[in-house]
């Protein structure tokens, strides 16, 4: 190949890439100009802040977390302000319902019954349960070996819809409700639950709070999926927040606050 067609190949891979670039930018810009403004709007959110890593309080009395993280980015691109109250989850549909909130974001299952009182961003993460037990734990091996056994739960969430079904069927021993799950953790750790069904991602904060007390048995047995749960009718928040979801996800910011949230996660780390 002669020196000056190497060069014309080369320049025109030059080109064909700016052009491509370009193409992707243009494509993102578009995007991002679909997002609806929120016009600056403070968004009220009510959030159970004791369950790492999707929310919870620092050492500083900051709430931090991969919701807070996702929150932000959203509300960049709505033009909006995010509040984040920590709020019990007893009560905290009611709360939304009522207008003390205009949003929970808090690990969120998508459910029809929830969707019966509140509406739903579309889903942002998907997950499954899991039993966590205490890291010297040989008995229990997974969801099948938990007959005769003690399992812990946070009140009115789906792991305790599916604890309250397996006692049903004779799979679970007693079944011992808390307010939150950092409670019910605790209760593991000192021996008073034989272990804990919880979602897989916060059952892996829990061990990174905890180094060396704590492991998952088995592998996770539902699939469930995550949103942002909004107080019913309010279609402005709704679209704004589901098109800048759909931008971020296409951006690569999702995986990079997965990645740092679920996989790098370090206890003390901001």
């Given at each position: 190949?002669?020196?000056?067609?190497?060069?014309?190949?080369?320049?025109?891979?030059?080109?064909?890439?700016?052009?491509?670039?370009?193409?992707?930018?243009?494509?993102?810009?578009?995007?991002?100009?679909?997002?609806?403004?929120?016009?600056?709007?403070?968004?009220?959110?009510g959030?159970?802040?004791?369950?790492?890593?999707?929310?919870?309080?620092?050492?500083?009395?900051?709430?931090?977390?991969?919701?807070?993280?996702?929150?932000?980015?959203?509300?960049?691109?709505?033009?909006?302000?995010?509040?984040?109250?920590?709020?019990?989850?007893?009560?905290?549909?009611?709360?939304?319902?009522?207008?003390?909130?205009?949003?929970?974001?808090?690990?969120?299952?998508?459910?029809?019954?929830?969707?019966?009182?509140?509406?739903?961003?579309?889903?942002?993460?998907?997950?499954?349960?899991?039993?966590?037990?205490?890291?010297?734990e040989?008995?229990?091996?997974?969801?099948?070996?938990?007959?005769?056994?003690?399992?812990?739960?946070?009140?009115?969430?789906?792991?305790?819809?599916?604890?309250?079904?397996?006692?049903?069927?004779?799979?679970?021993?007693?079944?011992?409700?808390?307010?939150?799950?950092?409670?019910?953790?605790?209760?593991?750790?000192?021996?008073?639950?034989?272990?804990?069904?919880?979602?897989?991602?916060?059952?892996?904060?829990?061990?990174?709070?905890?180094?060396?007390?704590?492991q998952?048995?088995?592998?996770?047995?539902?699939?469930?999926?995550?949103?942002?749960?909004?107080?019913?009718?309010?279609?402005?928040?709704i679209?704004?927040?589901?098109?800048?979801?759909?931008?971020?996800?296409?951006?690569?910011?999702?995986?990079?606050?997965?990645?740092?949230?679920?996989?790098?996660?370090?206890?003390g780390?901001?």
């Amino acid at each position: 190949m002669s020196k000056r067609l190497w060069v014309l190949l080369s320049i025109l891979l030059i080109v064909v890439c700016g052009v491509a670039a370009c193409q992707r930018r243009q494509a993102q810009q578009t995007l991002e100009t679909q997002v609806g403004d929120l016009g600056g709007r403070e968004i009220k959110i009510g959030s159970d802040t004791t369950y790492p890593p999707f929310e919870f309080v620092d050492e500083q009395k900051n709430i931090i977390g991969f919701d807070p993280d996702l929150i932000a980015e959203i509300c960049k691109l709505a033009n909006c302000k995010p509040k984040f109250t920590t709020a019990a989850w007893d009560g905290i549909f009611v709360a939304l319902s009522q207008g003390q909130f205009d949003a929970v974001v808090s690990g969120v299952t998508i459910t029809e019954e929830r969707k019966k009182t509140v509406d739903f961003t579309d889903s942002y993460l998907r997950y499954g349960q899991v039993v966590l037990v205490r890291s010297d734990e040989t008995a229990i091996t997974g969801l099948d070996t938990l007959t005769g056994k003690t399992v812990g739960v946070q009140t009115g969430t789906t792991n305790d819809e599916k604890a309250t079904s397996l006692q049903k069927e004779g799979k679970v021993g007693t079944v011992k409700r808390y307010d939150t799950f950092d409670v019910a953790v605790t209760a593991l750790i000192n021996k008073d639950l034989d272990a804990v069904i919880i979602d897989s991602p916060a059952a892996d904060g829990f061990i990174a709070t905890n180094p060396g007390k704590l492991q998952k048995a088995g592998e996770t047995f539902t699939s469930e999926d995550l949103g942002v749960a909004v107080k019913k009718g309010d279609t402005a928040l709704i679209n704004s927040f589901n098109a800048a979801l759909k931008v971020l996800k296409d951006n690569g910011t999702l995986d990079r606050l997965y990645k740092k949230w679920f996989e790098e996660f370090k206890p003390g780390q901001k």
